[in-house]
């Protein structure tokens, strides 16, 4: 059982575009919303996250947008650049009590063309 | 910097062989955790570890056990390796306590073969 689920599976876009990834979950208990960013023959290492006492959280480029009610959040990485082809993950977790255990989604392969 | 270090980056093993995967972090972390990873179906978690010689099954643990006699070692055994356990594995380790944040930290994987 998924409880976790991303698309697209894959994701090209143009240099400068907007990549916007989506992420939706099941479970309400879940309180950590993370996103990770995997580079070929690497870890995957964390991006960014949100909790969901707020809507939205900016990084840079990097945006995450929740929505509580819908029960769903999204990934937007603006004037994307060729160095952002990855894997992206989405994640949720109950923190504190399930020891910081990742539930992740699919994964989305972007690519970044110059 | 947090180094979670995986002792084979490639393996290739013949079904029904015992495959030890060993993960180590320098980082003093409570916590450590083996996942693995397939094309469109993203991380699954395998097993955890909270402290040392304790273990919880994940969501896939069918086929493996874990060993965690040190607080710095955690490894994932497959006891009679099938083709169907042929993919990349991924360790991480993640600090717990007041103040800890709950980012969790990946070894570079091991990408395992079974024939």
């Known amino acids: 059982q998924q409880q976790v689920k991303q698309s697209p599976q894959s994701l090209i876009v143009q240099k400068g575009g907007i990549s916007i990834i989506n992420c939706a979950y099941e479970n309400t208990a879940f309180d950590y919303f993370p996103w990770y960013q995997q580079f070929p023959g690497k870890g995957p290492a964390l991006l960014i996250a949100i909790r969901p006492d707020v809507s939205e959280k900016k990084e840079g480029r990097f945006t995450i947008s929740f929505n509580k009610s819908a029960k769903q959040f999204s990934l937007h990485i603006m004037d994307s650049q060729p160095g952002d082809s990855a894997t992206y993950f989405c994640a949720a977790s109950i923190v504190p009590t399930s020891g910081s255990r990742l539930t992740f989604g699919e994964g989305t392969q972007l690519t970044v063309n110059p | ?115």
């Not at chain 2, 179906?41 to 060993?67: A, H, N, Q």
């Not at chain 2, 710095?72 to 717990?96: D, G, H, K």
């Open chain 2, 1 to 115: 910097d947090v180094k979670v270090t995986q002792s084979s980056r490639y393996l290739v093993k013949r079904t029904g062989e015992k495959v030890f995967l060993e993960c180590v972090q320098d980082m003093d972390h409570e916590n450590m955790f083996w996942y693995r990873q397939d094309p469109g179906l993203g991380l699954r978690l395998i097993y955890f570890s909270y402290d040392v010689k304790m273990k919880e099954k994940g969501d896939i643990p069918e086929g493996y056990s874990v060993s965690r006699e040190k607080k710095e070692r955690f490894s994932l055994i497959l006891e009679s390796a099938s083709t169907n356990q042929t993919s990349m594995y991924l360790c991480a380790s993640i600090p717990v306590g007041t103040g800890a944040s709950y980012e969790q930290y990946f070894g570079p994987g091991t990408r395992l073969t079974v024939t």
